[in-house]
């Protein structure tokens, strides 16, 4: 029987792939495809160990949180679910970083720069490119009001889309994270030494039994967090729905404003 492979994008994988001790290179070369700039040296962050959250059935925020050499304090977080409020909740978050890396009495001109990277598996904006980031800006020309503030989204399903290749190191590593063409996966590995050392990780994470039971915990906690959404999602509609029989409105109509087909409808009637 075939083992169903756990996606690079289960976020207890990555992060294990990008944060363990000894892969400070994977890390440091991935942000320097997404950030391209010139980076030196980089420093994860210890948190909490992983498994004990995953035991206590709790989905958490299994994000990565590094230091730059010039201090910049990067936080990178993949989410396979789209809550509908993603925006507000990264600004959340990026606020909070921010605010805690000024130290009591320290002048507000040695607050660090900090920069949010978003890993998406599904596309929070319609329009656009698959890697956006978001400045701070005022009206007027639209010039930059710091430099302090950045926040990255990189939507892999618009990546996918495009069928991109391995030209650039952000195009090479997305073909890693995405695996949803093995010969880019292959050809990426070819061009990146990097990539190719974080494939040898993932496929040992993979393999590993006791990895594997964690990584499927966390993706069955993710599943059953979507599961319970959806289903309060549709019986929202299906109330929605009632109301709008009650009302006479056509059925044809509703259709249309709830999203239930026809047929979803006539049973409610």
């Known amino acids: 029987m075939t083992k169903t492979k756990i996606p690079v994008t289960n976020d207890?994988?990555?992060?294990?792939?990008?944060?363990?001790?000894?892969?400070?290179?994977?890390?440091?070369?991935?942000?320097?495809?997404?950030?391209?700039?010139?980076?030196e040296k980089i420093e994860v962050q210890a948190e909490a160990t992983l498994e004990k959250q995953l035991e206590e059935n709790k989905l958490?925020?299994?994000?990565?949180?590094?230091?730059?050499?010039?201090?910049?304090?990067?936080?990178?977080?993949?989410?396979?679910?789209?809550?509908?409020?993603?925006?507000?909740?990264?600004?959340?978050?990026?606020?909070?970083?921010?605010?805690?890396?000024?130290?009591?009495?320290?002048?507000?001109?040695?607050?660090?720069?900090?920069?949010?990277?978003?890993?998406?598996?599904?596309?929070?904006?319609?329009?656009?490119?698959?890697?956006?980031?978001?400045?701070?800006?005022?009206?007027?020309?639209n010039k930059i009001l710091t430099d302090k503030i950045e926040l990255h989204f990189i939507q892999i399903p618009k990546f996918v889309k495009e069928r991109r290749g391995v030209e650039t190191k952000l195009e090479q590593w997305l073909q890693f994270i995405s695996q949803a063409n093995l010969k880019g996966v292959e050809l990426a590995m070819e061009k990146n030494k990097e990539i190719k050392k974080a494939n040898d990780e993932y496929e040992y994470l993979t393999g590993d039994e006791a990895e594997r039971r964690i990584a499927f915990l966390r993706d069955k906690a993710i599943r059953d967090e979507k599961s319970m959404v959806q289903g309060a999602r549709d019986e929202e509609r299906r109330e929605i729905a009632k109301k709008m029989l009650n009302a006479n409105m056509p059925i044809e109509q509703i259709s249309d404003f709830t999203g239930l087909t026809i047929e979803e409808i006539k049973k409610i009637l």
């Open 60 to 141: 958490g925020r299994l994000d990565i949180l590094a230091v730059l050499n010039d201090d910049t304090i990067v936080n990178i977080e993949v989410q396979v679910l789209n809550p509908n409020n993603f925006i507000e909740r990264t600004l959340y978050y990026w606020s909070g970083n921010y605010y805690n890396n000024l130290k009591s009495g320290e002048n507000y001109r040695k607050v660090k720069k900090t920069i949010a990277i978003n890993i998406l598996d599904y596309k929070q904006f319609e329009e656009g490119p698959y890697h956006e980031i978001a400045r701070l800006k005022r009206e007027y020309k």
């Open 12 to 39: 207890y994988i990555f992060k294990k792939i990008f944060s363990k001790k000894g892969n400070e290179s994977i890390l440091k070369d991935f942000l320097i495809a997404i950030l391209e700039i010139p980076i």
